[in-house]
T-cell receptor, first 110, second 115 residues
Framework: DAKTTQPNSMESNEEEPVHLPCNHS???????IHWYRQLPSQGPEYVIH???SNVNNRMASLAIAEDRKSSTLILHRATLRDAAVYYC???????????FGKGTRLHILP | DTGVSQDPRHKITKRGQNVTFRCDPI?????LYWYRQTLGQGPEFLTY????????KSRLLSDRFSAERPKGSFSTLEIQRTEQGDSAMYLC?????????????FGPGTRLTVL
C-alpha cells in the first residue's frame, strides 16, 4: 500500500486559514488522494478527494502538486469545531478498504 | 438519510465473555465495513461485505472474531472469549460502490472495554 507522511500535530488560530500538508512520494498513477477527519469521540468523516486537479467543496480545498507527490488540505477559515485528527489517504479504486495512518492532530486556538 | 448507527455505544465486559455489536448502514448502501481503532492510532480495517457476501478479512480478524450481514442489511460483529487486547473502538462504515468514488460513511463506533 502506498504510504503518506503527515506532521503529527499542528496549531492554528481561530478564523485563520489552515494548510495541512501530506507527502506521498510513492503514489501510483491510479491512486486517488482522500482526506478524512475524525472529531473527538466520533467516527471519521469524509472531507474531500482528488486525482490530479485541485478540488473545492463546502468543507475545504485540496491542492495537489503537479507531480502528485504531495498535497495540501486547506481550511479557509478555521473554527473551534475544526479541531480534529486529519487523515491523508491514498486509495486505489480497485481497493475497497481504507488504510489509515496516524494523521495530523489539528489544534485550534481561540 | 439517517446515517450509520451502531449499538451499543459503549460495552464493558469481563475477560472471557462474548460480546456482539450491531451496525445499521445507510439504507441504500451495498457495502459495509468494520474497522478497529486503538488509542492514538488510526482505524485499522477488519473486514467488509458487499450485500451479504463477506469479501475480505484482515489477518487482524482472529478466529475469535466473526462478522455477519444477513440479507445484506445490518451487520453484527461478535468477539468470543474476549481478551484485554480487544479493548478498542469498533467502527462501522458503509458505502455505495455504484456511486463511483466509494466514499465511506462512518458510524459513531462502539467502545469496548475488557476488564
Amino acid at each position: 500500500d502506498a504510504k503518506t507522511t503527515q506532521p503529527n500535530s499542528m496549531e492554528s488560530n481561530e478564523e485563520e486559514p489552515v494548510h495541512l500538508p501530506c507527502n506521498h512520494s510513492t503514489i501510483s498513477g491510479t491512486d486517488y488522494i482522500h482526506w478524512y477527519r475524525q472529531l473527538p469521540s466520533q467516527g471519521p468523516e469524509y472531507v474531500i478527494h482528488g486525482l490530479t486537479s485541485n478540488v473545492n467543496n463546502r468543507m475545504a480545498s485540496l491542492a495537489i502538486a503537479e507531480d502528485r507527490k504531495s498535497s495540501t488540505l486547506i481550511l479557509h477559515r478555521a473554527t473551534l469545531r475544526d479541531a480534529a485528527v486529519y487523515y491523508c489517504i491514498l486509495r486505489d479504486p480497485r481497493d475497497d478498504k481504507i488504510i489509515f495512518g496516524k494523521g495530523t492532530r489539528l489544534h485550534i486556538l481561540p | 438519510d439517517t446515517g450509520v448507527s451502531q449499538d451499543p455505544r459503549h460495552k464493558i465486559t469481563k475477560r472471557g465473555q462474548n460480546v456482539t455489536f450491531r451496525c445499521d448502514p445507510i439504507s441504500e448502501h451495498n457495502r459495509l465495513y468494520w474497522y478497529r481503532q486503538t488509542l492514538g492510532q488510526g482505524p485499522e480495517f477488519l473486514t467488509y461485505f458487499q450485500n451479504e457476501a463477506q469479501l475480505e478479512k484482515s489477518r487482524l480478524l482472529s478466529d475469535r472474531f466473526s462478522a455477519e450481514r444477513p440479507k445484506g442489511s445490518f451487520s453484527t460483529l461478535e468477539i468470543q472469549r474476549t481478551e484485554q487486547g480487544d479493548s478498542a473502538m469498533y467502527l462501522c462504515a458503509s458505502s455505495s460502490r455504484d456511486r463511483g468514488t466509494d466514499t465511506q460513511y462512518f458510524g459513531p463506533g462502539t467502545r469496548l472495554t475488557v476488564l
